[in-house]
């Protein structure tokens, strides 16, 4: 799960975050927050609150393993480098 955590970035699109909170993961764009659903390998989906949107988006892994990019339909958010 670590692994996921972290902040994405588009320059056309909200900056969206995920993170972990009381052992679970959660998707948080626009000051929403969301439960992640892990439906695959590296495939979650979200449902929002009003349980009438639901929607899939793939974390892709660099040469490395380590997730690099959001990816849902034609659009990519980049991972933002984390200082060590």
């Not at 902040?7 to 909170?21: D, T």
């Not at 679970?24 to 992640?36: A, H, Q, R, T, W």
């Not at 639901?54 to 997730?67: A, M, S, T």
């Amino acid at each position: 799960m670590v692994g996921y955590v972290g902040s994405y970035e588009n320059p056309s699109n909200p900056k969206m975050e995920i993170f972990i909170k009381d052992g679970k993961l959660f998707f948080k764009s626009g000051g929403n927050e969301f439960p992640l659903k892990k439906i695959g390998d590296l495939r979650f989906g979200i449902v929002t609150q009003n349980r009438f949107q639901y929607f899939e988006f793939v974390l892709v892994p660099g040469p490395d393993g380590k997730v690099l990019y959001r990816h849902r339909g034609l659009r990519a958010w980049k991972r933002a480098q984390t200082s060590k």
